[in-house]
T-cell receptor, first 113, second 114 residues
Framework: DTEVTQTPKHLVMGMTNKKSLKCEQH?????MYWYKQKAKKPPELMFV???????INESVPSRFSPECPNSSLLNLHLHALQPEDSALYLC????????????FGPGTRLTVT | QQQVKQSPQSLIVQKGGIPIINCAYE??????FPWYQQFPGKGPALLIA?????SEKKEGRFTISFNKSAKQFSLHIMDSQPGDSATYFC?????????????FGTGTRLKVLA
């Protein structure tokens, strides 16, 4: 199974809401990633988890809070977002942080109103 | 120095043509250069990747050419098909002193006409 799944597919939230994005992989990968992709732009790395520990935080605002409950799951908790945070949020995984072949999920389309 | 410059922004070819997409980088610490294909509403999918000790790599209809001295690499799609119509991203990655970088190029929208 070479699939990364993400839920929900679409999410609309107000600026005062709290919501979470979920990502799951069953490939036995030990590194997982969150990316943000604006329309017609490339993905931008937000967070890297390696063996369930946060290893990279690319200066992302604290209104985005990642969590890795176990080796298969990755969450992104959202709170007090701004309209400019509207984007496609992509999850990816790789065998480990040193293995640069990343497998991406389909993403969650987030709209902040 | 962390940027990856990609060109052209868009490309239209006839079926059977050979589109070529180019990327250039500055940071010599980059040591892994993948190409991703992305269809609308989907996540990027890894097509092919190369490391700087190799000048060319071929997988099926996709070929990467790599010029280490010029710090450039390119993707060639042989016998292109309408199903290849998508956005293509190059990327460059490095892990140095514990710092992990994975930088995507700006993307090329390819359209293959039937």
């Amino acid at each position: 199974d070479t699939e990364v799944t993400q839920t929900p597919k679409h999410l609309v939230m107000g600026m005062t809401n709290k919501k979470s994005l979920k990502c799951e992989q069953h490939m036995g990968h030990r590194a997982m990633y969150w990316y943000k992709q604006k329309a017609k732009k490339p993905p931008e790395l937000m967070f890297v988890y390696s063996y369930e520990k946060l290893s990279i935080n690319e200066s992302v605002p604290s209104r985005f809070s990642p969590e890795c409950p176990n080796s298969s799951l990755l969450n992104l908790h959202l709170h007090a977002l701004q309209p400019e945070d509207s984007a496609l949020y992509l999850c990816a995984s790789s065998q480990d942080r040193g293995a640069r072949e990343q497998y991406f999920g389909p993403g969650t389309r987030l709209t902040v109103t | 120095q962390q940027q990856v410059k990609q060109s052209p922004q868009s490309l239209i070819v006839q079926k059977g043509g050979i589109p070529i997409i180019n990327c250039a980088y500055e940071n010599t610490a980059f040591d892994y250069f993948p190409w991703y294909q992305q269809f609308p509403g989907k996540g990027p999918a890894l097509l092919i990747a190369i490391r700087p000790d190799v000048s060319e790599k071929k997988e099926g209809r996709f070929t990467i050419s790599f010029n280490k001295s010029a710090k450039q690499f390119s993707l060639h799609i042989m016998d292109s098909q309408p199903g290849d119509s998508a956005t293509y991203f190059c990327a460059a990655s490095s892990i140095t002193s514990g710092t992990y970088k994975y930088i995507f190029g700006t993307g090329t929208r390819l359209k293959v006409l039937a």
